[in-house]
């Protein structure tokens, strides 16, 4: 979509499942101290070459960065998994398959706080800002 002059991409942001599940398999029995999806922004980047700003999200972590002359922007999440929310989710009585790995993150030692994205955008800038909740 084109806001103000400004190319702009709005994509979910995963790639392949032969990317995705390896990582998220170490992100999850390391606790989340392993940072899966170093490489998505120039994945993303080379993907969109012709964008101004690319909005992802994905990974529910903030980032704004430019990256060849493209803002890639991923505001968050507003929900992250962390022992509370594991807990009041386990509570919940989850399927088989969301119980066991919800076993696992119950333990995380490492998460997200959440958060919202804002980008302002006119003819003669992109002002993008992250705001904790």
Known sequence: ????????????????????????LLWTLSLGYFRPHGALPRSLRRRFPNADVIVYGHTHRAHMRKVEGALLFNPGGVHQWNPTTTKRRLAQRPGWFEWCWLQVARHLRRYEAPSVGVLEIDQDRILPRIIGL
């Open 1 to 24: 979509m084109t806001v103000e002059g400004q190319r702009i991409v709005v994509v979910h942001g995963h790639r392949s499942r032969w990317i995705e599940e390896p990582q998220t």
